[in-house]
């Protein structure tokens, strides 16, 4: 019994510690931005996106930015509908506007960093900018996130929100923001854990140095987290946030329940990954899990043990004192509105939630497109 109230102390002492390094760094003012003017390769992996495809290059073309500073490379990973055929549409009205076409799946890589690959070989821009298919972004998406790159820096993280109206689909936008708050404010310390392909910038040169996707092809996602982290560890290169509404992402919520349990396992499945590439965010990780499976099992078996339950009880209380203090900075920060509704809801549904993610992405039980 001691030994294990004991791991639930030090599982408790790493959530509060790195909770307060999270709000520390949402404090931090804006990173002086440059003025400079780099060529910008934009790279979107599509497959079978022929519904949110167009709304994305429309936007994406819709830029403050110089037209002739910036080409789109669309890759087509062998969709099965109309993807393709879009694409050429408006590659034949915009002249920076390429398709890239994949006919037969690649060995031992997956297929969205196979598609990026692809993209980034023919690609010209000093500056590689990616976003999904199913995102749209803002017209001074570009613009924004070209200026944080001064001449140290090698990599910029952006942030995408998800539209929400429904509640499930606010509580999905609700998540989703509280990660990017956390991201954002362990980033600003200089400490990088986390990073989004929705919104991703880094330079070709960067790419290059740690020898492209080779250390990372054989997993399934990754694509941009692992990279990232591969820049951080190998190169000398900085790394920031982009705290500039302006560089802002839209994304779509996931449908379904099952969806978005699927979507979150799989991004919970790089975690053995870290214990080599960043060991700090695998201390962590591992101690937000134990600390989440003490604060449940605490709860049953409380019910016969006292003690046990009023240490479950100063862990939730807190749990809850942290997460209210990073969301509701991030949100700040992000200038975006804050539920205590919703809140509340996402808080006492998180520790199932992380333990039913962090299983399935340990197991690989998730699906890919």
């Known amino acids: 019994m001691t030994v294990i109230i004991t791991l639930f ?25 440059n003025g400079a003017q780099l060529f910008v390769s934009v790279v979107i992996a599509a497959r079978n996106e022929e519904r949110s495809l167009p709304d994305c290059l429309y936007s994406v073309l819709n830029q403050t930015y110089p037209e002739n500073l910036f080409e789109v490379i ?7 509908d109309r993807t393709a055929s879009m694409v050429q ?23 969205k960093k196979n598609a990026l690959e692809q993209g980034i070989k023919v690609s010209r821009g ?18 924004g996130m070209v200026r944080y790159f001064t ?5 910029v993280i952006g942030a995408s929100f998800t539209k929400s109206a429904a509640w499930f689909e606010r509580l999905q936008s609700f998540d989703f923001a509280a990660m990017k708050a956390a991201a954002c404010g362990i980033t600003n310390l200089g400490l990088p854990f986390a990073a989004s392909g929705q919104n991703l910038a880094y330079r070709k040169a960067a790419f290059d ?6 250390k990372i092809r054989h997993r399934i996602s990754g694509d941009d987290v692992l990279m990232m982290q591969l820049i951080r560890k190998l190169t000398k290169w900085k790394i920031v946030f982009s705290d500039d509404v302006g560089t802002f992402n839209s994304t779509r919520p996931e449908p379904t329940l099952r969806a978005f349990i699927h979507q979150r396992s799989r991004w919970a499945s790089n975690t053995e990954m870290m214990l080599t590439m960043s060991p700090i965010f695998f201390i962590y990780l591992v101690s937000v899990y134990a600390f989440n499976v003490g604060l ?12 046990i339950l009023s240490i479950a009880v ?8 942290v997460d209210f203090l990073v969301t509701f900075l991030g949100f700040k920060k992000f200038s975006k509105p804050f539920s205590f509704s919703i809140f509340l809801t996402w808080f006492f549904l998180q520790t199932p939630y992380v333990l039913w993610v962090g299983l399935r992405g340990g197991l690989g039980l998730f699906k890919w497109k």
Request: hydrophobic share 50%.
């Open 314 to 321: 100063f862990g939730w209380i807190n749990k809850l004192i």
């Open 9 to 33: 102390a030090i599982a408790l002492g790493i959530y509060v510690v790195m909770g307060l390094l999270f709000a520390m760094g949402l404090f931090l003012p804006a990173r002086q931005k």
């Open 296 to 307: 449940a099992g605490g709860l049953i078996a409380g019910i016969w043990n006292q003690l």
């Open 74 to 80: 669309v890759v087509d990973d062998r969709s099965e």
């Open 209 to 214: 140095e740690v020898g492209g996707f080779e």
């Open 126 to 143: 000093d500056i590689l900018l990616f976003t999904d298919a199913d995102c749209t972004v803002q017209n001074t998406w570009i613009e």
């Open 151 to 155: 001449n140290d820096v090698g990599l």
């Open 89 to 111: 549409q408006f590659a034949e009205k915009h002249s920076n506007v390429r398709l890239i076409q994949i006919k037969e799946k690649a060995e031992k890589i997956s297929g």
